[in-house]
């Protein structure tokens, strides 16, 4: 299977998102949280304020300061409010005031947490619920520098990587969130393939939103190789693992996260050739029924079962075989549309392999 996720990336990204190395990219996220402070706020006692400039801000009632609204925390302030965002985005400021003042002084979740940053004034980057736990870009970066050997994990090689590295870098990161992928391109993961020895590789990409954009997920795949427009060939094995930034969100990244990062990077190959090894002898079932029966007693529909077999069949392997299935499923996964569905599948897919 080929994966576009940080091809997607790689051609989107401005270049003040992209840096050159982790260490970089961690002190912009460091930047960001010094500058940073959470409030508790009643939206009922909350004010919009329109600004002459177009913008609009956020301020306790009575009060003529306050903090300029991003785009995005507007959004947020918004959904919470139960007003329509791309409606009063198409109006002046001091008309989308009316509405949106009405909604706050309505609104049946009163309570939310404000993410104020001080870059010359005050923003308010992020309006979420009053339970929200954040975790920070920055507990992520620091993280990974902490886990990870950066001497071993790399960015993606690339033919023009010397003469224009932040083109060729695959380490995102800007005010509302982070993206990195890096990969161990050194330690070859030689194991037996359909159609003889088959060369992978380890790789990790992490995504993070401080401000509500999206939860942290960690994925951790193989693959063959990864070309000059960050196309992941012959991605397989991959396992995720998404924390969502609810109130124990951070203690899951604690106790569950960083302790993954750290064995996955500092675990030897030898590992994953024996369970690769294994997974490909061990067949579950003589014919496509016994196979069937195997993935339903695993929680799989015959929808499932049938992309499975068929999936493996097309990519040369054993549709009878543990690896063989893993990698159809893996397939089928990526047609899931919703985040929380298919990181449930990939996580029962992973299972197979225990």
């Keep these: ?3 576009h996720i940080l091809s997607m990336q790689w051609a989107t990204r401005p270049a003040d998102q992209r840096f050159e190395t982790m260490q970089s990219l961690h002190e912009h996220n460091v930047h960001k949280r010094e500058i ?17 400039d177009g913008g609009m801000l956020f301020a306790q009632q009575g009060a003529t300061t306050g903090a300029n609204l991003t ?64 975790i920070y870009d920055s507990q992520v970066s620091d993280a990974i520098i902490k ?22 870098t695959t380490l995102y990161a800007s005010d509302r969130d982070m993206f990195v992928c890096l990969v161990d391109d050194s330690h070859a993961v030689e194991v037996p393939g359909a159609n003889g020895k088959d060369t992978l590789f380890r790789g990790f990409i992490i995504r993070n939103s401080e401000v509500g954009a999206a939860a942290l997920d960690i994925s951790l795949f193989l693959y063959r190789y990864i070309c000059d427009n960050r196309i992941i060939w012959g991605m397989s094995n991959e ?3 998404k924390i969502r930034h609810t109130a124990g969100g951070p ?4 106790r569950e996260a960083s302790p993954a990062l750290l064995e996955y990077a500092q675990s030897d190959s030898r590992e994953i050739v024996d369970m690769v090894i294994d997974s490909r002898k061990r067949e579950v079932g ?48 990526h047609d899931v549309p919703f985040g929380d569905e298919r990181f449930a599948f990939e996580r029962k897919v992973g299972n197979l392999l225990g």
């Design 147 to 168: 886990s990870v050997d950066l001497t071993r994990w790399k960015v993606p090689s690339a033919s023009y990587a010397s003469r224009d590295p932040k083109k060729a």
């Design 251 to 254: 203690m899951r990244f604690v």
């Design 239 to 241: 396992r995720s693992l």
């Design 71 to 134: 785009n995005w925390a507007f959004g947020q302030l918004c959904v919470r409010a139960s007003a329509p965002a791309a409606y009063l985005r198409s109006l002046p400021a001091q008309l989308a005031a009316v509405p949106l003042q009405w909604s706050l002084e309505h609104a049946e979740h009163q309570d939310a947490k404000v993410l104020l940053r001080k870059n010359g004034g005050w923003s308010a980057d992020a309006i979420t619920s009053s339970t929200y736990g954040r």
């Design 286 to 333: 003589k014919d496509p029924v016994e196979v069937r029966a195997w993935l339903k007693s695993r929680g799989f529909t015959q929808e499932q079962s049938a992309l499975a077999i068929d999936n493996a069949e097309k990519s040369g392997e054993n549709p009878r075989a543990v690896w063989g299935l893993v990698q159809g499923l893996t397939a089928a996964a």
């Design 36 to 52: 940073s402070t959470e409030r508790g706020v009643a939206l009922d006692h909350m004010q919009c304020i329109p600004q002459a």
């Design 1 to 3: 299977m080929n994966s």
